[in-house]
């Protein structure tokens, strides 16, 4: 499958899925319209189906003008966040199967960062919006500590080779975080390197792969030995259960800049 990143706004990604064959796209998390339009004219791509991954506007803010040039678009999204996402034409429920031409996809309920939040399963990819970063997570504006650590759970628990596509570029700055957290991780350190090459030459860290972020994003390494016991050095980490771990680091990420 082929999937082109299109920065957006400040730090935003869009995601176009390309189906080589019919010509056709589909868009996941189209923040504004023009610089998606811009990437679909060039490549003579006709765009069908629209992924919302949740209500923030940076993400689903560039649809209305999406359908003042492309009719009967389809528009995918949680059933729970309808009235939200007024536009969502196609309603799925959690572990909701869809097909995007042949390839068959599924959404996840991923809460934590917004209660209605989804990610979409998609071959060998994984569209996480703002639930998961590069190194990092989204912030929780309305969910739990408990609901994010679960949502990045069942992320975790997909194929070590699934490619992550993130709303964010935020991999820099989490991996310097990271880093603070641990910093005899060498896989951290590799990453901090060609993340920094990428930047300096403005390139997209996104995707990475899930095997990547096993090994360098602290959210998904909270049964860490090392990362606890870093934590209950500096910053009196009571209880060592994921949760607790979880809700600190994500406590101390709030802050870290
Ligand atoms: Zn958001
Ligand atoms: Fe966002």
Redesign the pocket.
């Known amino acids: 499958m082929k999937v082109i990143t299109v920065p957006c706004l400040f730090d ?1 990604y869009a995601y176009i899925i390309v189906n080589r064959k019919s010509a056709e796209a589909a868009v996941v998390d189209p923040s504004e319209a023009w610089p998606v339009m811009r990437e679909l004219d060039k490549r003579g791509l006709a765009l069908t189906t629209v992924f919302c991954t949740h209500h ?1 506007h ?2 689903i803010g560039g649809i209305d003008d999406l359908l003042e040039v492309y009719d009967d678009l389809r528009i995918i999204g949680f059933g729970q966040d309808q009235q939200r996402i007024p536009l969502i034409t196609e309603a799925l429920e959690d572990g909701g199967e869809f097909f995007l031409w042949d390839t068959r996809g599924q959404l996840y309920h991923t809460p934590g960062h917004t209660t209605n939040s989804v990610v979409y399963h998609l071959g060998d990819c994984l569209f996480t919006g ?1 639930t998961m970063f590069g190194a990092g997570c989204g912030r929780l504006f309305e969910g739990t500590p408990r609901q994010m650590a679960a949502s990045l759970q069942r992320i975790s628990s997909c194929s070590p080779q699934t490619s992550l596509y993130f ?2 570029e935020y991999t820099a700055l989490n991996l310097r975080f990271a880093a603070l957290l641990e910093p005899d991780n060498q896989a951290i350190q590799a990453r901090q390197q060609k993340t920094e090459q990428y930047r300096a030459s403005n390139v997209p860290t996104s995707p990475s792969l899930l095997e990547e972020e096993l090994q360098t994003n602290p959210f998904l390494r909270v049964t860490e030995p090392k990362l606890m016991a870093y934590l209950k050095e500096h910053h009196a980490l009571q209880a060592d259960d994921p949760e607790s771990v979880f809700a600190l680091v994500r406590e101390l990420r709030n802050t870290f800049s």
Do not use: F, I, L, P
Request: charged fraction near 30%; proline fraction near 0%; glycine fraction near 14%.
């Open positions: 935003n923030h940076d993400h703002d709303g964010h």
